[in-house]
Each structure stands twice: as structure tokens, then as C-alpha cells.
């Protein structure tokens, strides 16, 4: 069993940056594909940036990006997600997904991941 706790989040102005945590336990995830998606009120989830193992290969949505970077430390069994120039739509829960299967389907698509935190909510106000 693999347990993600997402940590960082917080009530931030405009313009602002947070930077989250999901910190992964249970097993090793070095070998895991890493993703962060994010549900807003009334809305469904959706992706927000993914990570390969070997952290060469990231993807961000067109709506992120040039304003987050996601990163990982294997040694610590963590990925990050830096948020800069947060704008008040970027208010969310953020939720770091694992893929511990190896799975081909889309590392944009939530069914690639079969394990999920719990998230942690993220406020932008103006």
C-alpha cells in the first residue's frame, strides 16, 4: 500500500507562490510516475502538471503553464509542485496521484494513477 499526504497549501494573495508537498510512504516511488490534479468547487478534477521517474519528462496544463514547475526528490520519496503568479482561479484542492502500475495510458488523464492523497486546499484572494 502506497499513503500520499499533500502539505503547503494555504490562503495566498494574487500574484503570489506556494510551494506543495506530497510526501509518499509505504513503498518506494522512484520508479513511479507522479501527477497533480486539482478540483475547484462544482467542478470536476483535472490535471495539473505530471513528473516521470527519471524527472526528465514533465507536462504541465496550458493553464499552469509557465507559472508552476514540478520537480521530485526520489532520495526523499517526494514531489513538489512550485506555484508562482497564482491567480484566483488556481483555487483548488491539489491532489499528487502515484502510478505504481506502469500504466500507458495518458500521464494527463486521472486513470493512469492508482493511488491518490487527500489534497490540500489552496485559496488565492485578490
Known amino acids: 500500500q502506497v499513503q500520499l499526504v499533500e502539505s503547503g497549501g494555504g490562503l495566498v494573495q494574487a500574484g503570489g507562490s506556494l510551494r506543495l508537498a506530497c510526501a509518499g510512504s509505504?513503498?518506494?516511488?522512484?520508479?513511479?510516475?507522479m501527477g497533480w490534479f486539482r478540483q475547484a468547487p462544482g467542478k470536476e478534477r483535472e490535471f495539473v502538471a505530471a513528473?516521470?521517474?527519471?524527472?526528465?519528462?514533465?507536462y504541465q496544463s496550458d493553464s499552469v503553464k509557465g507559472r508552476f514547475t514540478i520537480s521530485r526528490d526520489n532520495a526523499k520519496n517526494t514531489v513538489y509542485l512550485q506555484m508562482n503568479s497564482l491567480k484566483l482561479e488556481d483555487t483548488a484542492v491539489y491532489y499528487c496521484?502515484?502510478?505504481?502500475?506502469?500504466?500507458?495510458?495518458?500521464?494527463?488523464?486521472?486513470?493512469?494513477?492508482?493511488?491518490w492523497g487527500q489534497g490540500t486546499q489552496v485559496t488565492v484572494s485578490s
Open positions: 513528473i516521470y521517474w527519471s524527472g526528465g519528462i514533465t
Open positions: 509505504g513503498r518506494t516511488l522512484s520508479r513511479s510516475t
Open positions: 496521484a502515484a502510478d505504481t502500475r506502469g500504466s500507458v495510458v495518458d500521464a494527463r488523464s486521472r486513470s493512469a494513477y492508482d493511488y
